[in-house]
């Protein structure tokens, strides 16, 4: 029944002749928008990266998980759309390839006087489609892929934006007092998620097809649903997926093409993840295990094995071997810190008596009063209690502190550098950094 209504209000429409010669020309679009899109797509990792600094300098570590998670969708989606016009621009190109030559040789496979034998001919095309079977199989894929791409860009978009606002919400009730509803809005779009799975999985069995309540439901789950989800893109978003998905039969022909798509995608995945600062996040919210971390050696904390496209996130010093008679070592310091800096030292009040100038010059000293409380360098198991400067790095004009150790103590050979960040005044530390170095006395 369901069908022939289809069926009827399709047949009433009619194509106009100019939508019918866009139908037959829209590869050539699709060519330079790939194309376009790919290009555009590889220039975007790096701003992912730098938001996922900002991230890491701007939320606390026990908030490290929400910009992990949302660091992982970001380049998953980025790495997901370069796969769908990668490989559509491989297949387009192909099916170009094969419409040019059944151009030229329109009868397809040859037999007679060639480059190989009648016999070879007639025994070897037996093991390949017909070219005109291969061009259309090609279409049909790439048509399909083309549209899927912008669906998952527009989905990715919309996740990514109400993702970004769940976590601005998280941070504004945390700011006011209400960090224990600060989880509030991931605990509704898991409960959302969570739902619409069961209810999809329920309104999708065919021995429910029939049953109007619970496709109603379903109806009214997925048109209020995707209004919160789809946000700007809930109209698009679900014309390409309604087309697609009710003309789609359950079918193995793409399987091949699938698995190619994931492995490009994982491959691209792990491409990008390994060329940003993702780790820090993960790193940052856990405590290191310091007989782990002092068995390996990390170039993100020695100047002379720094990548410099990325920003300096973790104590730096000038290499794995110091000589002379002090070690320089660099702090940053970010923003999220100040709710830790609360705990040692109270806010700096400025004296009008004085000129602000001061006032300013008075307050930094202040502040680095106040970091030096709430850091601890150990070599060795030895406290160093030594003065910080205010510091922006060359590298990418990191902000942060720079001390110098003297090194009269140090053993000649391996020493180990333990540099901690307190959350309170003899508390635990909210962040633990363990540098191995070799010293050698001049």
């Not at 978009?157 to 989880?183: K, P, Q």
Request: glycine share 6%; aromatic share 16%; proline share 4%.
């Amino acid at each position: 029944m369901g069908e022939q209504v289809l069926q009827e209000e399709q047949t009433t429409y009619q194509k106009p002749d100019w939508l019918e010669r866009l139908e037959q020309e829209s590869w050539q679009a699709e060519l330079i928008i790939s194309g376009l899109a790919l290009y555009g797509l590889f220039m975007v990792p790096p701003y992912i990266n730098s938001i996922g600094d900002y991230l890491i300098k701007n939320l606390s570590p026990d908030e490290y998980f929400l910009g992990n998670m949302l660091m992982v969708m970001a380049f998953l989606g980025i790495s997901i759309l370069c796969g769908f016009f990668l490989i559509h621009f491989v297949l387009r190109s192909f099916w170009i390839g094969l419409i040019g030559l059944n151009s030229i040789h329109p009868h397809g496979y040859g037999n007679e006087s060639g480059f190989y034998s009648t016999y070879f001919i007639k025994k070897f095309a037996k093991e390949l489609p017909p070219v005109l079977e291969t061009i259309k199989k090609l279409d049909q894929i790439c048509s399909p892929m083309f549209a899927s791409a912008f669906m998952v860009s527009m989905i990715y978009a919309s996740f990514f934006l109400v993702f970004s606002i769940a976590m601005l919400i998280s941070r504004f009730l945390v700011e006011f007092g209400l960090s224990w509803l600060s989880m509030l809005p991931f605990f509704i779009l898991g409960a959302y998620f969570v739902i619409m799975v069961i209810i999809m999985t329920i309104a999708g069995n065919k021995r429910f097809h029939e049953n109007e309540r619970i496709q109603d439901i379903y109806v009214k789950a997925s048109k209020y649903g995707g209004y919160l989800m789809g946000t700007v893109f809930y109209v698009p978003i679900n014309q390409i997926s309604l087309t697609f998905f009710s003309n789609q039969k359950t079918k193995t022909e793409g399987l091949g093409v699938t698995m190619i798509f994931m492995f490009v995608c994982f491959v691209l995945y792990v491409n990008f993840i390994d060329a940003s600062n993702i780790e820090a996040l993960v790193i940052g919210e856990i405590s290191q295990d310091e007989e782990v971390q002092s068995m390996r050696m990390e170039n993100s904390y020695y100047e002379n094995t720094l990548n410099t496209d990325l920003e300096i996130l973790n104590p730096v010093l000038p290499s794995d071997q110091i000589k002379g008679a002090f070690l320089k070592i660099f702090i940053p310091v970010f923003d999220h810190e100040e709710q830790y800096r609360d705990n040692f030292c109270d806010d700096y009040l400025d004296n009008e008596d004085i000129h602000f100038r001061k006032n300013r010059s008075l307050k930094r000293n202040h502040n680095i009063g106040c970091m030096k409380k709430y850091h601890q360098i150990f070599v060795n198991d030895s406290l160093y209690q030594e003065d910080f400067i205010r510091f922006r790095h060359p590298n990418n004009q990191e902000y942060g502190i720079v001390t110098y150790l003297p090194t009269k103590a140090f053993k000649y050979g391996r020493n180990d550098l333990r540099i901690m960040k307190l959350k309170e005044p003899g508390g635990e530390a909210f962040r633990k950094d363990f540098i191995p170095f070799w010293f050698a006395r001049e």
